[in-house]
């Protein structure tokens, strides 16, 4: 099928005016190609998302859609040196292209995350998800396994989702009751893959949550440490400052006990 590619090389803020209405004018160069030897090269200038005026390729001219950019197309239009530029800048996306199509072409290996949601009780059974984030091309597989058999019921899943950045997301539930001791995974499927890859739900044991306590434990100390330092700092320093008022004799060491190397 045929694919018509569009990438902006330069986009550029010509003007912005800040007057009691805010005027926001930009100029964007951009490419179209479904080949190299279908390629469209705009330079258009827009005012408020309103484009006033392009550059088109194909015409081999300036365009204008108001009065003013009329003229101002007219003008440039007489210009050969502008006309030159443009041919040039043509040139340009055609050689880019190759470029741009590497990029296209290059699958990005998604970053896949299994947990659990809701754990299982006597009345449900768990909910587990299996993310992938990050990406590229679109089409993705997801297959729950229990065992790994294929588990289909209870499932739902999102769309690929865009992150806006060439690159998607997709999120995959499922309702499973399990008992101790079988294997729940999450097999995904991708371009950026040489085989399926398979993601085991590891259940975190007693001594998992041991090491997160100690490791959250740890990172309160850190959070705290500081604080008391602080602290410590203050109340030294206003020590400091009521000893300093009595005796009007030592002025000679006066300032130094506010220096932050107090603090340790
Ligand atoms: C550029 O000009 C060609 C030829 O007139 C036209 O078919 C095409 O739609 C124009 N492209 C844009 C984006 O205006
Ligand atoms: C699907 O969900 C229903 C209702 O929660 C449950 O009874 C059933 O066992 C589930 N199916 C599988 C294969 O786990």
Redesign the pocket.
Known sequence: TMHTHNFVILPHVLLIFSTADAYFGYGVIRCLFTSKDDV?Y?AQVYLNKMLLG?Y?S??GKYVGYTKKTKEIADNLNKNKGFLEHEKKNKEKCRTNIPLVLDILSRPVKPIVRLRLVESADSKHPGLFMCSAYNFYPKQIKLTWLKDGKEATSNVTSTDELPNGNWLYQIHSYIEISSKPGEKISCMVEHASLTEPKVYDWVPITEAGKNKIAVGAAGLLLALVFPIIGVIFYKRKATCETHKQKKPQTTKSETPHHHHPEVVK
């Open positions: 469209v705009l392009q088109n194909t015409l």
